[in-house]
């Protein structure tokens, strides 16, 4: 294992190097007249661990079953305080890992709730069905939690090759759970909205075409009904890096990248609008940057050596290479496409 690890580490640096090699993101943003600037902050992302039930193969946070980190209750303490004396920030964006299994995602989500602040859910659905989370889906009913959950394919043996097999009878089984309750539902605001990656080294095709193929789809075969679909472009760091090094496409993808930048989508970048938060307390300008651990321009900075969150109002924003991955085609952000 020590020996295979190394090799992957190996493969990983190679690749930084060979995305370096393209022409740099900023001069490209320069020569399109945009700025790197952040608007006024109105969303928080917080990873609160790496600890999941799977271990997907385009996961860029490197989840699975043996990871430890999770965000302490100190952490979230402070967190809490950060966000009740910031009335800017309207949205919280929680992800992991499974957020769920962190030991402290209920009290931050309560918490949340109590100071009137929207919460976001990143859910991968199988986790429904993990001891201990037999009435999660309750808990995000009554919390009223805007559920974002994976689903990268309408097609069991696609979503079963990329994120294990019989995960998409239990995805189905858990969207089921939730249609019950309300989620996805017309007119009961309980928002549950679908995530559609590529399967591949290739741009995610129109999000409103695909989204109404799922809705058909969906509905005609398997009887589920959600709100919107959201299409990302897979990043080229981490696993998702590692595997097109394996692959020996790394080179063809970023070039797919770099020749589909669109300054439109690099306008609506979604951290012109938010920051990123460790599970450490660190503090970045996207969830990408935060997985290459690239702090926010400027300066190292985590949630105590700051008295305010929009001490980020209106300041650069750090960039690399792996930034085209959000800017091609109709662009690509948590919250899918962005043109």
Not at 115 to 121: A, D, P
Not at 296 to 320: H, P, Y
């Amino acid at each position: 294992m020590e020996k295979e690890n190394t090799k992957k580490q190996i493969r990983e640096q190679m690749g930084k190097e060979k995305i370096k090699g393209f022409k740099n993101f900023s001069e490209t943003m320069r020569e399109n007249s945009l700025n790197l600037k952040r608007n006024r902050v109105s969303t928080l992302q917080v990873n609160i661990g790496k600890l999941c039930n799977q271990a997907c193969h385009h996961c860029h946070v490197e989840s699975s079953p043996t990871r430890t980190e999770n965000m302490s209750m100190n952490t979230v303490e402070r967190l809490i305080e950060l966000v009740e004396n910031n009335p800017a920030i309207k949205l919280i964006d929680i992800t992991g890992g499974a957020p769920e299994m962190n030991p402290n995602f209920r009290y931050f989500v309560k918490s949340l709730r109590k100071l009137g602040k929207e919460v976001i859910v990143r859910c991968n659905l199988t986790i429904l069905f993990e001891p201990g989370q037999e009435d999660t889906a309750l808990f995000f009913r009554d919390q009223r939690l805007h559920i974002v959950a994976s689903l990268p394919c309408y097609s069991k043996e696609n979503v079963d090759a990329q994120r294990g097999r019989g995960v998409f009878n239990k995805s189905v089984e858990a969207l089921r759970i939730l249609n019950g309750l309300g989620y996805g539902k017309e007119g009961s605001g309980l928002k549950l909205d679908l995530v559609y990656n590529p399967g591949g080294a290739f741009l995610p095709p129109s999000q409103a075409s695909l989204q109404e193929e799922y809705k058909k789809r969906l509905k005609e075969e398997i009887d589920v009904e959600f709100n919107e679909l959201f299409t990302i472009t897979n990043m080229p760091i981490k696993r998702f890096l590692d595997d097109l090094e394996k692959q020996g496409k790394l080179e063809e993808y970023m070039q797919v990248l770099v020749d589909n930048f669109n300054p439109m989508a690099a306008k609506n970048l979604m951290c012109r609008d938010l920051v990123s938060i460790g599970y450490d307390g660190k503090i970045y300008d996207c969830d990408f940057n935060q997985m290459l651990e690239i702090p926010q321009s400027g300066a190292e900075k985590n949630i105590w050596n700051i008295r305010s969150l929009a001490e980020f109002d209106f300041k650069d924003f750090a960039t690399e290479n792996h930034c085209y991955g959000c800017t091609a085609g109709a662009g690509s952000s948590c919250g899918g496409a962005t043109t």
